[in-house]
């Protein structure tokens, strides 16, 4: 018996150290400074660890972020819970619309809910917002000033509407002349048109100055064929007013008055209609699109329910921290600022990160979220990993220099891993930091 033993403390030791060495040699090939590389690989059951490499030092997660602050937020509000939007009539014959920040509410659903008013024959005295589910905060700490018209990081809040981003319409002219450039809904937003039609297209690029003139938004560059880009709202409240005021011309609501702010009353009211969209479209649209604006919103609204109270980001900080302590987790090493990993000053480490998968691995949550990462092959893994098939479940992130990858990988010998890879280097290119990703998980995956 005891030969057995010492002959597997053999075979281990040299298993172990053999993949290190394969890892550490392709680090090599690939001339990448490995102190900008953390990696973690532990098996899922037990934590004991597989392979590690700067595991403790901190780094920017990017979006691997959402796994945490997603499961978190979706563990306090319920797999039930519904975004809701509702529109109320109180005894006085006004209208209150309770906003519930919902991240898939759009100007369609704003007209059914007129047309609900309208088929009850109500004309209302006065027309109310109810916005206190948030603050009035609509970016996370530390987002990026010149991120202000990168579709993927709109603004969030209680005004959330048709994601909170307009269609610029951009269709060719002459050849060497401008193409007309639509905004579509209108938005008085100024767009200096120095864009060309051209046989040769290089796309169009928006850009403003916020010293100079911050209300105007250039748009430069080639185009040959008609296109349709987003760009982000920059202050909701105002698209949403002028998206309801316009629903109330077009259905024809005899109500000419402005539309003002005031708490729903808590007596007198009747509900009218109202819109609702399952959480599962947020867990989906968070962890296998990595969509900003419903992470945000997922993380704001659970903070809300936490503390019983407005919206803000103490209240989600003092959801997630409890929620790590339930999970017996030790924080000392990170630091979580938003919801959607899109600051920089959210700070974690690889080994934080494997610490936490383990707990949702053994825990009852896992099933569900499971079914939500993404396999190779669809969401943000559409084009990547394809070599795991149905072995690898993960979320990804990319962040200026940044590049990561976290979740559950099945081995060839049928062993399940959690892992997480962070590579923080401003001299590799951001392909060459995904294929070292993969690299470095084809060779856990073999041994």
């Not at 997660?61 to 819970?81: E, H, M, Q």
């Not at 193409?179 to 690029?205: A, C, R």
């Not at 064929?225 to 077009?250: A, G, H, M």
């Not at 919801?339 to 009852?364: A, E, P, Q």
């Given at each position: 018996?005891?030969?057995?033993?010492?002959?597997?403390?053999?075979?281990?030791?040299?298993?172990?150290?053999?993949?290190?060495?394969?890892?550490?040699?392709?680090?090599?090939?690939?001339?990448?400074?490995?102190?900008?590389?953390?990696?973690?690989?532990?098996?899922?059951?037990?934590?004991?660890?597989?392979?590690?490499?700067?595991?403790?030092?901190?780094?920017?997660?990017?979006?691997?972020?959402?796994?945490?602050?997603?499961?978190?937020?979706?563990?306090?509000?319920?797999?039930?819970?519904?975004?809701?939007?509702?529109?109320?009539?109180?005894?006085?014959?006004?209208?209150?619309?309770?906003?519930?920040?919902?991240?898939?509410?759009?100007?369609?659903?704003?007209?059914?809910?007129?047309?609900?008013?309208?088929?009850?024959?109500?004309?209302?005295?006065?027309?109310?917002?109810?916005?206190?589910?948030?603050?009035?905060?609509?970016?996370?700490?530390?987002?990026?000033?010149?991120?202000?018209?990168?579709?993927?990081?709109?603004?969030?809040?209680?005004?959330?509407?048709?994601?909170?981003?307009?269609?610029?319409?951009?269709?060719?002219?002459?050849?060497?002349?401008?193409?007309?450039?639509?905004?579509?809904?209108?938005?008085?937003?100024?767009?200096?048109?120095?864009?060309?039609?051209?046989?040769?297209?290089?796309?169009?690029?928006?850009?403003?100055?916020?010293?100079?003139?911050?209300?105007?938004?250039?748009?430069?560059?080639?185009?040959?064929?008609?296109?349709?880009?987003?760009?982000?709202?920059?202050?909701?409240?105002?698209?949403?007013?002028?998206?309801?005021?316009?629903?109330?011309?077009?259905?024809?609501?005899?109500?000419?008055?402005?539309?003002?702010?005031?708490?729903?009353?808590?007596?007198?009211?009747?509900?009218?209609?109202?819109?609702?969209?399952?959480?599962?479209?947020?867990?989906?649209?968070?962890?296998?699109?990595?969509?900003?604006?419903?992470?945000?919103?997922?993380?704001?609204?659970?903070?809300?329910?936490?503390?019983?109270?407005?919206?803000?980001?103490?209240?989600?900080?003092?959801?997630?921290?409890?929620?790590?302590?339930?999970?017996?987790?030790?924080?000392?090493?990170?630091?979580i600022v938003d919801g959607s990993g899109v600051s920089k000053n959210n700070?974690?480490?690889?080994?934080f990160m494997t610490s936490f998968l383990i707990k949702l691995y053994n825990?009852?949550?896992?099933?569900?979220?499971?079914?939500?990462?993404?396999?190779?092959?669809?969401?943000?893994?559409?084009?990547?990993?394809?070599?795991f098939k149905e072995c690898m479940r993960a979320k990804t992130g990319t962040?200026?220099?940044?590049?990561?990858?976290?979740?559950?990988?099945?081995?060839?010998?049928?062993?399940?891993?959690?892992?997480?890879?962070?590579?923080?280097?401003?001299?590799?290119?951001?392909?060459?930091?995904?294929?070292?990703?993969?690299?470095?998980?084809?060779?856990?995956?073999?041994?």
């Amino acid at each position: 018996m005891r030969k057995i033993i010492i002959t597997l403390a053999a075979v281990l030791l040299t298993i172990i150290p053999a993949e290190a060495n394969n890892i550490d040699k392709m680090l090599s090939k690939q001339h990448i400074n490995r102190a900008a590389v953390s990696v973690s690989v532990r098996d899922a059951k037990t934590g004991e660890k597989v392979y590690s490499l700067n595991d403790r030092t901190p780094r920017i997660p990017a979006s691997t972020l959402k796994v945490i602050t997603t499961t978190a937020s979706v563990d306090t509000l319920g797999t039930d819970y519904l975004f809701s939007t509702k529109l109320y009539k109180s005894t006085k014959n006004d209208l209150y619309f309770k906003l519930g920040a919902d991240p898939f509410l759009t100007s369609r659903d704003l007209r059914t809910l007129i047309d609900k008013a309208k088929d009850k024959n109500i004309t209302p005295k006065t027309i109310y917002v109810d916005n206190s589910i948030f603050d009035n905060l609509e970016w996370g700490e530390g987002w990026q000033w010149d991120d202000e018209l990168n579709p993927h990081m709109p603004k969030f809040s209680a005004y959330n509407l048709d994601g909170n981003l307009l269609d610029i319409e951009i269709t060719p002219q002459r050849i060497g002349t401008a193409p007309t450039i639509i905004v579509k809904p209108f938005y008085p937003v100024t767009i200096m048109n120095l864009v060309l039609t051209s046989t040769d297209e290089t796309g169009v690029v928006f850009s403003k100055n916020s010293n100079i003139a911050p209300n105007i938004i250039n748009a430069t560059g080639k185009i040959a064929k008609q296109k349709v880009l987003k760009l982000p709202v920059n202050n909701p409240k105002l698209y949403f007013n002028l998206r309801l005021q316009d629903t109330i011309r077009n259905r024809k609501m005899d109500y000419y008055n402005p539309i003002k702010i005031g708490i729903l009353p808590k007596e007198n009211i009747y509900l009218v209609d109202e819109i609702t969209h399952e959480i599962s479209n947020g867990i989906t649209a968070s962890l296998k699109s990595s969509n900003n604006l419903v992470a945000e919103t997922l993380f704001k609204l659970a903070g809300a329910k936490y503390a019983n109270n407005t919206g803000n980001i103490n209240n989600s900080l003092a959801m997630l921290n409890n929620y790590f302590e339930k999970l017996g987790l030790n924080t000392e090493d990170i630091k979580i600022v938003d919801g959607s990993g899109v600051s920089k000053n959210n700070i974690m480490t690889s080994d934080f990160m494997t610490s936490f998968l383990i707990k949702l691995y053994n825990s009852d949550n896992y099933e569900f979220i499971e079914q939500y990462l993404p396999t190779p092959g669809e969401g943000t893994l559409k084009n990547r990993m394809l070599y795991f098939k149905e072995c690898m479940r993960a979320k990804t992130g990319t962040l200026s220099d940044t590049s990561a990858i976290t979740g559950y990988l099945k081995t060839r010998s049928g062993k399940m891993l959690v892992f997480n890879i962070m590579i923080q280097d401003a001299k590799t290119s951001e392909a060459d930091k995904k294929n070292i990703e993969e690299l470095i998980l084809r060779q856990i995956y073999i041994n």
